[in-house]
């Protein structure tokens, strides 16, 4: 993209937010991948909303880009897994450690083997571990602190973690722009028929 459809880009963004039209604007954050919105990630970590928390990263990174992208990818999964196997689903854990954590058994294949064998564990917190794993919501803020060191880590976040500083006026005098731009072209279509008119 060029620095003038990046700064289009930023300019909606803000006025979006402005609008408060926050899930278009965490679509375009997305599909552009120009301002990665740490909040957000927050926000659907500590609710538990996996498959949008992937959703919104693809949109910047990919699981094999780099080490730090692997690791957001593995944390995010390994913590739906372990909540499948603590609300004792065990048919989605299955589901889970075959769809989707089965691409980490390239990278560590006997910690794959080790997270198959929590399926087989009565409380998987009797692994050593994961002893001090805790509650739900502890352990999503733990890996939260993994994913956002991650996250800074990474390079492909480079550049995309600050939104700029950026007057909206801008946006908002776009449609009073249009109106003078049309009034200047009508005048100028006046002017050529009358010159026209004197030519005839």
């Not at 926050?22 to 957000?40: C, D, K, P, W």
């Not at 990263?57 to 390994?78: A, P, W």
């Not at 006997?110 to 087989?120: G, H, Q």
């Not at 009797?126 to 994913?147: F, M, P, Q, W």
């Amino acid at each position: 993209m060029s620095s003038i459809s990046n700064d289009c880009v930023l300019l909606i963004l803000k006025y979006l937010q402005e609008e408060n039209l926050v899930e278009t604007a965490h679509a375009l954050e997305r599909q552009s991948g120009i301002f990665f919105n740490m909040n957000y990630v927050e926000e659907l970590v500590m609710n538990g909303e996996w498959e949008e928390t992937q959703k919104y990263l693809s949109g910047f990174t990919e699981v094999e880009d780099n080490q730090f992208s692997t690791k957001m990818f593995f944390e995010i999964r390994k913590q739906k897994y372990l909540e499948a196997l603590d609300r004792n689903d065990r048919h989605k854990a299955v589901e889970i450690l075959k769809s989707d954590l089965k691409i980490f058994s390239r990278f560590n294949n006997d910690l794959y083997r080790e997270m198959a064998l929590l399926i087989t564990l009565e409380d998987f917190r009797k692994h050593k571990s994961l002893r001090k794993y805790g509650d739900t919501v502890s352990a999503r803020a733990s890996i939260l602190r993994e994913i956002k060191k991650a996250i800074r880590s990474n390079p492909v976040f480079d550049g995309k973690l600050e939104f700029p500083a950026i007057d909206t006026a801008a946006l908002r005098n776009l449609p009073s722009q249009e109106e003078e731009e049309e009034k200047e072209k009508e005048k100028e279509k006046e002017a050529e028929e009358e010159e026209e008119k004197k030519e005839v």
